[in-house]
């Protein structure tokens, strides 16, 4: 069943409902969902995070730049994201209409034309994996389905009716699936000893079908846990959270987090608390960061 959370800020409501895919997609997709309404802010960062990402845009174009890109390129159709290594910012529209993904690390390969080596840090268009006809239609008969639900129905089919065939998935899942119950602690040896290859050939297959290799994955599970262990709400122990995420040093910890984020640790909390205090309970307040 779809799950409908509709968040309130000060004077702005957006809707965000989610829907779990059935098999064979659940094995590639955490959720499909439906957002639309007013951002809080208009620029949000998103951290790495060990996932992929497909939206379709229904509404104005929004803005997408990666990393040190100096400018934001503009997405009217929607984007296509790879495991980013580095942090995105979105540019928001006043009023934003979207049905996306969030896909596994290795979820999106069975759509891509490419390997998702190529698409390393580069957000494409829609339009670019899946050609200007097929886009153009997918979006007309999301934009004149009569709920989000519905929506949701009809991406999932699109998705299962373009499943394809990718050498090594399993193998690939396999071994992610492990780097997500540990949160990325155990070493890649291990992994390669489990499944009997070679650590060249599993980073071969990482970078083709995630884009990223094995030890970069690890990385981001282990940042994102330690992110998520966070609480801004309250105080935090910088000393006990830098050990507990495996470093032996709080200036190693703060550069990764910074790395990662493009904020210092205290700056990250005060941006967190920026956001609950602004918009409490709001539907995209775990993960974005306004854009400082």
Same mark, same amino acid.
């Given at each position: 069943?779809?799950?409908?959370?509709?968040?309130?800020?000060?004077?702005?409501?957006?809707? @965000?409902?989610?829907?779990?895919?059935?098999?064979?997609?659940?094995?590639?997709?955490?959720?499909?969902?439906?957002?639309?309404?007013?951002?809080?802010?208009?620029?949000?960062?998103?951290?790495?995070?060990?996932?992929?990402?497909?939206?379709?845009?229904? =509404?104005?174009?929004?803005?997408?730049? %990666?990393?040190?890109?100096?400018?934001?390129?503009?997405?009217?159709?929607?984007?296509?994201?790879?495991?980013?290594?580095?942090?995105?910012?979105?540019? @928001?529209?006043?009023?934003?209409?979207?049905?996306?993904?969030?896909?596994?690390?290795?979820?999106?390969?069975?759509?891509?034309?490419?390997?998702?080596?190529?698409?390393?840090?580069?957000?494409?268009?829609?339009?670019?994996?899946?050609?200007?006809?097929?886009?153009?239609?997918?979006?007309?008969?999301?934009?004149?389905?009569?709920?989000?639900?519905?929506?949701?129905?009809?991406?999932?089919?699109?998705?299962?009716?373009?499943? %394809?065939?990718?050498? =090594?998935?399993?193998?690939?899942?396999?071994?992610? %699936?492990?780097?997500?119950?540990?949160?990325?602690?155990?070493?890649?040896?291990?992994?390669?000893?489990?499944? =009997?290859?070679?650590?060249?050939?599993?980073?071969?297959?990482?970078?083709?079908?995630?884009?990223?290799?094995?030890?970069?994955?690890?990385?981001? @599970?282990?940042?994102?846990?330690?992110?998520?262990?966070?609480?801004?709400? =309250?105080?935090?122990?910088?000393?006990?959270?830098?050990?507990?995420?495996? @470093?032996?040093?709080?200036?190693?910890?703060?550069?990764?987090?910074?790395?990662?984020?493009?904020?210092?640790?205290?700056?990250?909390?005060?941006?967190?608390?920026?956001?609950?205090?602004?918009?409490?309970?709001?539907?995209?307040? %775990?993960?974005?960061?306004?854009?400082?």
């Amino acid at each position: 069943m779809p799950r409908d959370r509709r968040g309130v800020g000060d004077t702005v409501r957006m809707q @965000y409902v989610s829907r779990v895919p059935r098999l064979p997609l659940r094995a590639l997709i955490d959720d499909l969902y439906y957002l639309e309404g007013a951002p809080p802010y208009a620029r949000l960062v998103l951290p790495p995070m060990p996932g992929a990402l497909l939206i379709v845009n229904l =509404g104005q174009p929004f803005r997408l730049r %990666s990393g040190s890109d100096p400018e934001p390129a503009e997405y009217a159709d929607g984007c296509v994201v790879t495991v980013p290594t580095r942090a995105l910012e979105f540019g @928001y529209p006043p009023r934003t209409r979207s049905v996306g993904v969030h896909v596994k690390p290795w979820g999106l390969a069975p759509f891509l034309p490419v390997p998702a080596a190529e698409l390393r840090d580069w957000p494409v268009t829609l339009e670019q994996v899946w050609g200007r006809a097929a886009t153009t239609e997918l979006r007309d008969r999301l934009a004149t389905a009569d709920s989000p639900h519905e929506m949701l129905v009809l991406l999932e089919h699109e998705l299962v009716r373009r499943l %394809s065939a990718a050498p =090594g998935l399993g193998l690939v899942r396999q071994t992610s %699936s492990v780097l997500a119950t540990t949160r990325g602690a155990v070493p890649i040896g291990d992994l390669t000893a489990a499944t =009997g290859v070679s650590s060249t050939h599993l980073a071969h297959r990482f970078k083709q079908l995630i884009g990223v290799p094995p030890k970069r994955l690890a990385r981001t @599970y282990r940042f994102a846990a330690t992110v998520f262990s966070i609480d801004p709400a =309250g105080p935090v122990d910088w000393a006990r959270t830098a050990y507990e995420a495996g @470093y032996f040093d709080q200036a190693h910890f703060g550069h990764d987090f910074r790395a990662f984020t493009g904020y210092t640790p205290t700056r990250y909390v005060q941006i967190r608390r920026q956001f609950l205090r602004e918009h409490p309970g709001h539907v995209l307040d %775990s993960w974005p960061l306004p854009a400082a």
